[in-house]
T-cell receptor, first 109, second 112 residues
Framework: GQNIDQPTEMTATEGAIVQINCTYQTSGFNGLFWYQQHAGEAPTFLSYNVLDGLEEKGRFSSFLSRSKGYSYLLLKELQMKDSASYLCAVRDRDYQLIWGAGTKLIIKP | ETGVTQTPRHLVMGMTNKKSLKCEQHLGHNAMYWYKQSAKKPLELMFVYNFKEQTENNSVPSRFSPECPNSSHLFLHLHTLQPEDSALYLC???????????FGPGTRLTVL
């Protein structure tokens, strides 16, 4: 079967750095997405990785290792507004999106 | 605002009711999707339309019936639902099939 694993919940402090991990076992690989979803709102696109390495976009970076079936989302200089759920999704060989259950990130002052 | 709107935002219905969810995208995208989101579970893809044609139906019960009259509009018709169908129903669109998706705010459905 196909599977995406993410921690259910994480807590971090305002101003700090947090890394949210995602591991996947899928039938093939055609890219990995990260989305942010605030409570009661729509998921919004954060990043896309298809090649190994780090993609940086402001305070957020996403890393991919295809050989390890592993990605992480790195959030720097955390702000209270970063409190949200972070969804990892992998596109398999048939271009189907397989979604993780999401990681709820709680930011404390 | 993501360019994808959904109505209603909240819906409470009995098991014998018939209701419809509406989604509209203003992005000129070609593909549209219906998802079910339950607490602490992964997003469940229900239906996919590409250029108005249904391309996927992921074993969804027949009490859910999609309709896509054009590339900008998507409906989900509901009838004789069960309490376990209570969830957040999200609509999304993408320029091309299975590319970066833009989500609507969702309809919070409660089935009594």
């Amino acid at each position: 079967g196909q599977n995406i694993d993410q921690p259910t919940e994480m807590t971090a402090t305002e101003g700090a750095i947090v890394q949210i991990n995602c591991t996947y076992q899928t039938s093939g690989f055609n890219g990995l997405f990260w989305y942010q979803q605030h409570a009661g709102e729509a998921p919004t696109f954060l990043s896309y990785n298809v090649l190994d390495g780090l993609e940086e976009k402001g305070r957020f970076s996403s890393f991919l290792s295809r050989s390890k079936g592993y990605s992480y989302l790195l959030l720097k200089e955390l702000q209270m507004k970063d409190s949200a759920s972070y969804l990892c999704a992998v596109r398999d060989r048939d271009y189907q999106l397989i979604w993780g259950a999401g990681t709820k990130l709680i930011i404390k002052p | 605002e993501t360019g994808v709107t959904q109505t209603p935002r909240h819906l409470v219905m009995g098991m014998t009711n018939k209701k419809s969810l509406k989604c509209e995208q203003h992005l000129g995208h070609n593909a549209m999707y219906w998802y079910k989101q339950s607490a602490k579970k992964p997003l469940e893809l229900m239906f996919v339309y590409n250029f108005k044609e249904q391309t996927e139906n992921n074993s969804v019960p027949s009490r859910f019936s999609p309709e896509c009259p054009n590339s900008s509009h998507l409906f989900l018709h509901l009838h004789t639902l069960q309490p376990e169908d209570s969830a957040l129903y999200l609509c999304a669109s993408s320029q091309e099939l299975h590319n970066e998706q833009f989500f609507g705010p969702g309809t919070r459905l409660t089935v009594l």
